[in-house]
Protein backbone atom coordinates (compact mmCIF):
# COMPACT_ATOMS: atom_id res chain seq x y z
CA UNK A 1 0.00 0.00 0.00
CA UNK A 2 0.91 4.05 -1.09
CA UNK A 3 1.06 6.21 2.06
CA UNK A 4 2.04 10.07 1.73
CA UNK A 5 2.96 12.23 4.28
CA UNK A 6 2.69 15.96 4.79
CA UNK A 7 5.32 17.02 7.78
CA UNK A 8 4.01 20.64 7.92
CA UNK A 9 0.42 20.85 9.07
CA UNK A 10 0.74 24.73 8.84
CA UNK A 11 2.72 27.04 7.31
CA UNK A 12 3.15 30.89 6.48
CA UNK A 13 4.95 32.90 4.19
CA UNK A 14 4.84 36.66 3.40
CA UNK A 15 3.36 37.87 0.17
CA UNK A 16 5.95 37.67 -2.62
CA UNK A 17 7.92 35.98 -1.02
CA UNK A 18 8.80 31.96 -1.51
CA UNK A 19 7.72 29.22 0.03
CA UNK A 20 8.30 25.53 -0.05
CA UNK A 21 5.77 22.79 0.85
CA UNK A 22 7.33 18.91 1.89
CA UNK A 23 5.91 15.76 0.23
CA UNK A 24 7.29 12.49 0.81
CA UNK A 25 5.60 9.26 0.11
CA UNK A 26 6.42 5.46 0.10
CA UNK A 27 5.49 2.90 -2.30
CA UNK A 28 7.25 -0.11 -4.17
CA UNK A 29 5.83 0.75 -7.35
CA UNK A 30 8.57 2.14 -10.37
CA UNK A 31 6.26 4.15 -12.39
CA UNK A 32 3.53 6.83 -10.47
CA UNK A 33 1.87 9.72 -11.08
CA UNK A 34 2.43 12.26 -8.24
CA UNK A 35 0.04 15.58 -7.92
CA UNK A 36 -0.49 18.75 -5.68
CA UNK A 37 -4.19 19.98 -5.44
CA UNK A 38 -5.02 23.25 -3.81
CA UNK A 39 -8.34 23.39 -1.49
CA UNK A 40 -8.93 27.49 -0.62
CA UNK A 41 -11.52 27.82 1.43
CA UNK A 42 -14.46 27.54 -1.01
CA UNK A 43 -13.73 23.95 -0.88
CA UNK A 44 -13.03 23.14 -4.55
CA UNK A 45 -10.35 21.05 -5.23
CA UNK A 46 -8.34 22.57 -7.91
CA UNK A 47 -5.05 20.44 -9.69
CA UNK A 48 -1.98 23.18 -9.10
CA UNK A 49 0.59 20.64 -10.86
CA UNK A 50 1.32 16.92 -11.64
CA UNK A 51 4.44 14.93 -12.28
CA UNK A 52 5.02 11.84 -14.07
CA UNK A 53 7.87 9.74 -12.20
CA UNK A 54 9.50 8.19 -15.29
CA UNK A 55 10.14 11.89 -16.05
CA UNK A 56 13.32 13.37 -14.46
CA UNK A 57 12.54 16.48 -15.24
CA UNK A 58 10.92 18.67 -12.64
CA UNK A 59 7.25 19.97 -13.69
CA UNK A 60 6.61 23.77 -13.30
CA UNK A 61 3.60 25.80 -13.31
CA UNK A 62 3.58 29.38 -13.35
CA UNK A 63 4.82 30.08 -10.00
CA UNK A 64 4.38 26.92 -9.24
CA UNK A 65 7.14 24.15 -9.44
CA UNK A 66 8.41 20.82 -7.81
CA UNK A 67 11.29 19.48 -7.01
CA UNK A 68 11.15 15.56 -7.19
CA UNK A 69 13.83 13.08 -5.93
CA UNK A 70 12.73 9.99 -6.64
CA UNK A 71 15.44 8.30 -4.91
CA UNK A 72 14.60 10.19 -1.75
CA UNK A 73 10.54 9.38 -2.88
CA UNK A 74 10.32 13.48 -2.13
CA UNK A 75 8.00 15.81 -4.03
CA UNK A 76 8.01 19.52 -2.66
CA UNK A 77 6.61 22.26 -4.07
CA UNK A 78 7.56 25.57 -4.36
CA UNK A 79 5.33 28.50 -4.65
CA UNK A 80 7.38 31.57 -5.72
CA UNK A 81 6.28 35.07 -5.74
CA UNK A 82 3.47 34.14 -3.42
CA UNK A 83 -0.04 35.82 -3.50
CA UNK A 84 -2.87 36.16 -0.89
CA UNK A 85 -5.30 33.70 -3.17
CA UNK A 86 -2.45 31.25 -2.47
CA UNK A 87 -4.12 30.97 1.02
CA UNK A 88 -5.54 27.77 0.96
CA UNK A 89 -4.50 24.06 1.78
CA UNK A 90 -2.27 22.04 -0.06
CA UNK A 91 -2.64 18.08 -1.07
CA UNK A 92 0.27 15.81 -2.38
CA UNK A 93 -1.46 12.69 -3.77
CA UNK A 94 -0.04 9.61 -5.68
CA UNK A 95 -1.09 6.97 -7.98
CA UNK A 96 0.20 4.42 -8.71
CA UNK A 97 0.23 2.57 -12.27
CA UNK A 98 -0.80 -0.89 -10.52
CA UNK A 99 -3.08 1.01 -9.42
CA UNK A 100 -6.45 -1.07 -10.42
CA UNK A 101 -9.15 2.03 -9.77
CA UNK A 102 -7.00 4.68 -10.15
CA UNK A 103 -7.36 6.47 -7.15
CA UNK A 104 -5.37 8.96 -5.74
CA UNK A 105 -3.85 8.64 -1.85
CA UNK A 106 -3.53 12.37 -0.29
CA UNK A 107 -1.12 13.17 2.31
CA UNK A 108 -2.99 15.18 5.12
CA UNK A 109 -2.32 18.37 3.99
CA UNK A 110 -0.91 21.66 4.42
CA UNK A 111 -2.36 24.54 5.58
CA UNK A 112 -0.85 27.88 4.23
CA UNK A 113 -1.61 31.52 5.06
CA UNK A 114 -0.20 33.81 2.67
CA UNK A 115 0.47 36.97 4.41
CA UNK A 116 0.07 40.56 3.37
CA UNK B 1 -20.34 24.69 -18.07
CA UNK B 2 -19.27 23.18 -14.50
CA UNK B 3 -17.00 19.74 -15.31
CA UNK B 4 -18.15 17.84 -12.41
CA UNK B 5 -21.54 18.73 -10.70
CA UNK B 6 -22.43 17.69 -7.03
CA UNK B 7 -25.92 18.48 -5.61
CA UNK B 8 -27.11 19.55 -2.82
CA UNK B 9 -24.20 21.75 -1.33
CA UNK B 10 -25.09 21.29 1.70
CA UNK B 11 -27.26 18.54 3.52
CA UNK B 12 -28.51 18.48 6.81
CA UNK B 13 -30.24 15.36 8.33
CA UNK B 14 -31.22 13.53 11.44
CA UNK B 15 -30.05 10.12 12.61
CA UNK B 16 -31.61 7.12 10.89
CA UNK B 17 -32.38 9.21 7.58
CA UNK B 18 -31.93 7.97 4.05
CA UNK B 19 -30.04 10.02 1.96
CA UNK B 20 -28.31 10.43 -1.42
CA UNK B 21 -26.19 13.01 -3.20
CA UNK B 22 -25.76 13.40 -6.68
CA UNK B 23 -23.03 13.69 -9.31
CA UNK B 24 -22.25 14.28 -12.79
CA UNK B 25 -19.39 14.99 -15.11
CA UNK B 26 -19.12 16.21 -18.82
CA UNK B 27 -15.84 15.55 -19.58
CA UNK B 28 -16.43 12.07 -21.24
CA UNK B 29 -14.65 10.49 -18.63
CA UNK B 30 -14.91 6.82 -18.14
CA UNK B 31 -14.20 6.70 -14.33
CA UNK B 32 -15.84 8.07 -11.32
CA UNK B 33 -15.07 8.59 -7.72
CA UNK B 34 -16.62 9.20 -4.20
CA UNK B 35 -14.14 10.50 -1.12
CA UNK B 36 -14.67 11.54 1.97
CA UNK B 37 -12.76 14.18 3.66
CA UNK B 38 -13.51 14.15 7.16
CA UNK B 39 -12.92 17.25 9.84
CA UNK B 40 -9.31 17.45 10.00
CA UNK B 41 -9.58 17.62 6.33
CA UNK B 42 -8.02 14.36 5.70
CA UNK B 43 -9.18 12.78 2.14
CA UNK B 44 -9.88 9.06 1.76
CA UNK B 45 -11.17 7.37 -1.07
CA UNK B 46 -14.40 5.26 -1.01
CA UNK B 47 -15.04 3.82 -4.22
CA UNK B 48 -13.88 3.53 -7.54
CA UNK B 49 -16.11 3.49 -10.44
CA UNK B 50 -16.43 2.95 -14.32
CA UNK B 51 -18.98 0.86 -16.73
CA UNK B 52 -16.89 -2.31 -15.84
CA UNK B 53 -15.59 -2.45 -12.01
CA UNK B 54 -16.66 -1.09 -8.45
CA UNK B 55 -13.58 -1.04 -6.57
CA UNK B 56 -14.73 -0.36 -2.68
CA UNK B 57 -12.18 0.94 -0.11
CA UNK B 58 -12.32 -1.79 2.38
CA UNK B 59 -13.07 0.56 5.00
CA UNK B 60 -15.99 2.02 3.58
CA UNK B 61 -19.18 0.43 5.90
CA UNK B 62 -21.94 -1.12 3.54
CA UNK B 63 -24.53 1.88 4.22
CA UNK B 64 -22.89 4.03 1.98
CA UNK B 65 -23.60 2.24 -2.13
CA UNK B 66 -22.95 4.23 -4.99
CA UNK B 67 -25.16 3.88 -7.89
CA UNK B 68 -24.47 4.77 -11.88
CA UNK B 69 -27.13 5.29 -14.23
CA UNK B 70 -24.91 6.14 -16.91
CA UNK B 71 -21.35 6.88 -17.77
CA UNK B 72 -21.55 10.50 -16.46
CA UNK B 73 -23.11 9.87 -13.38
CA UNK B 74 -22.62 8.73 -10.02
CA UNK B 75 -25.00 8.77 -7.12
CA UNK B 76 -23.95 8.09 -3.89
CA UNK B 77 -26.72 6.44 -1.39
CA UNK B 78 -26.38 6.44 2.40
CA UNK B 79 -28.46 4.79 4.57
CA UNK B 80 -29.19 4.70 8.09
CA UNK B 81 -27.20 8.09 8.83
CA UNK B 82 -24.74 7.83 11.95
CA UNK B 83 -23.30 11.33 13.40
CA UNK B 84 -19.82 9.85 12.24
CA UNK B 85 -20.75 10.40 8.66
CA UNK B 86 -20.79 14.04 8.98
CA UNK B 87 -18.18 15.06 6.63
CA UNK B 88 -17.46 16.70 2.96
CA UNK B 89 -18.04 14.35 0.18
CA UNK B 90 -16.58 15.00 -2.76
CA UNK B 91 -17.41 13.20 -6.03
CA UNK B 92 -14.30 13.09 -8.95
CA UNK B 93 -13.74 11.79 -12.42
CA UNK B 94 -11.05 11.05 -14.82
CA UNK B 95 -9.79 9.18 -17.90
CA UNK B 96 -8.84 6.23 -16.10
CA UNK B 97 -6.65 5.18 -19.19
CA UNK B 98 -4.66 7.98 -19.25
CA UNK B 99 -3.76 7.93 -15.91
CA UNK B 100 -4.72 11.44 -15.56
CA UNK B 101 -5.25 13.70 -12.84
CA UNK B 102 -8.68 13.63 -11.33
CA UNK B 103 -11.30 16.78 -11.29
CA UNK B 104 -13.19 17.51 -8.81
CA UNK B 105 -16.91 18.30 -7.75
CA UNK B 106 -17.04 21.60 -5.30
CA UNK B 107 -18.07 18.69 -2.29
CA UNK B 108 -21.26 18.52 -0.35
CA UNK B 109 -21.18 19.50 3.32
CA UNK B 110 -23.36 16.95 4.89
CA UNK B 111 -24.30 16.86 8.28
CA UNK B 112 -25.74 14.48 10.80
CA UNK B 113 -27.64 15.54 13.96
Avoid at chain 1, 101 to 111: A, E, I
Amino acid sequence: AQTVTQSQPEMSVQEAETVTLSCTYDTSESNYYLFWYKQPPSRQMILVIRQEAYKQQNATENRFSVNFQKAAKSFSLKISDSQLGDTAMYFCAFIGNNNAGNMLTFGGGTRLMVKP
Amino acid sequence: DTAVSQTPKYLVTQMGNDKSIKCEQNLGHDTMYWYKQDSKKFLKIMFSYNNKELIINETVPNRFSPKSPDKAHLNLHINSLELGDSAVYFCASSQRTMNTEAFFGQGTRLTVV
